[in-house]
């Protein structure tokens, strides 16, 4: 296994430094099946900015050896809504997305998307899936064992950054 430190030939305590289209240039370079494995890493990414996890640095992004000695993208590990409990951090992602660590919007992810080659059909439908997804989760922090005030908190950070990405559930664009 080999995180994105070690691909992109940054020292552990540089792990903040970097970008997630720096991750994606390695995955293009590295993984045997590139263009599903930086679909799969954005995802990730976009779920993390949803879920509040802004702590998605250079060291939980990984690509792991298989049988064949052919490098993929891992699993996701390390997921965590750390902006409910870290107060004071403002940055809505560890690392950078189209220059940037805070007020992101859909046409940020968008964008670096785009520069990883990802078609804007397949930009479209990965939003689309959120979007459906959505209510789901509402339901889910709903029934977790999580305290009333961080539930409120979650459905609350839930909605603002589903608006940050325009995801308004029963309102999915067709074009996908």
Known sequence: MED????????TEH?????????????????????????????????SFLTGNNDMHLKNF???????RN?????????????????????????NLNGKKRKLK????ETAMLRADIDAKV???IFKRFTRILPK?????DTSFLPGDLKNAY???????????ELVPGKESTEA
Request: with cysteine.
């Open 71 to 95: 490098y993929n993208l891992c699993p996701a590990y390390d997921m965590v809504a750390s902006e409910l409990v870290v107060e004071g951090d403002t940055e809505e992602l560890a690392l």
């Open 15 to 47: 792990k903040y430094k970097g970008s997630y289209e720096q991750i994606a240039k390695a995955i293009l370079k590295y993984a045997a099946h590139p263009g599903l494995d930086v679909v799969n890493f954005y995802e990730q990414v976009v779920f």
């Open 137 to 141: 989760w509402h339901e889910w922090v």
């Open 106 to 109: 859909r046409s940020d992810f």
């Open 62 to 68: 990984s690509l792991l050896k298989d049988d064949q």
């Open 155 to 165: 459905h609350e950070m839930l909605d603002r950054k589903a608006g940050q990405l």
């Open 123 to 125: 930009i479209a439908n």
């Open 4 to 11: 994105m430190c070690q691909l992109t030939e940054r020292l």
